[in-house]
Structures are given as C-alpha cells and as structure tokens.
C-alpha cells in the first residue's frame, strides 16, 4: 500500500496558476499509474489526467491545454501544473495511485485532498 499526501493548494485568482505535489510513501511508487482527481462543491468526483509508470499520459478532455500531469519517480513525487484557473476549478484535488488492470486503472490509494479555491 502506498500513502499519499497532497500539497500546494490555496487561494487563486483567476487566470492565476498552481502546482500541487503528490508525496508518496513506499519502494513501489515507480510501478504505479498516479491520477489526480478533483470534486468541487455538489460535484461527484472526476479524473483530472493520469499517468502510467512508463510515462504515458491520459487527460480528461476539460484539462487539455490548461493541466499538466508529471512524475518525479526517484522523490517518489507527482505534481499537476495548473494554469488560467477559472472559479470553476474550485475543488478539493486528490491524488491516486493504481494499477493497470486490462486497459482500465484500478485506485488503490488515496490522498486526503487539498483545496483549490479560485476566486477575485
């Protein structure tokens, strides 16, 4: 089992930018797919992008051109870069680790969150 902590979310105006840091616990974070997920206020939670151990990555369609999801593999890290946030950004953000299982992603793990608040 892998623990997550997420970090480096705040208070952001819009068109503002953030980059959250996923921190892994554990020897096998390199063989994980990691995600990142949000769910803002009354929202179900949504997969923002993924990205596989050998580096390919899966964006949701709303996160094209705006989000970046990248691995740190020796600091057992993974961040997501954010840009021209908009108030409809304004969630918590979590960060999962899973495992390929055919062609889907299996979450195992989950971190707590952090909030992302877009606002003037």
């Known amino acids: 089992q892998v623990q997550l902590v997420e970090s480096g979310g705040g208070l952001v105006q819009p068109g503002g930018s953030l980059r959250l840091s996923c921190a892994a616990s554990g020897s096998l974070f390199s063989l994980y797919v990691v995600g990142w997920f949000r769910q803002g206020p009354g929202k179900e939670r949504e997969l923002i992008a993924y990205i596989k151990s050998d580096g390919k990555i899966h964006y949701a369609d709303f996160a094209k051109g705006r989000f970046t999801i990248s691995r740190h593999n020796p600091e057992n890290t993974a961040y997501l870069q954010m840009n021209d946030l908009k108030p409809d950004d304004t969630a918590v953000y979590y960060c999962?680790?899973?495992?390929?299982?055919?062609?889907?992603?299996?979450?195992?793990?989950w971190g707590r969150g952090t909030q992302v608040t877009v606002s003037s």
């Open positions: 999962a680790g899973g495992r390929l299982v055919g062609t889907a992603v299996s979450w195992t793990d």
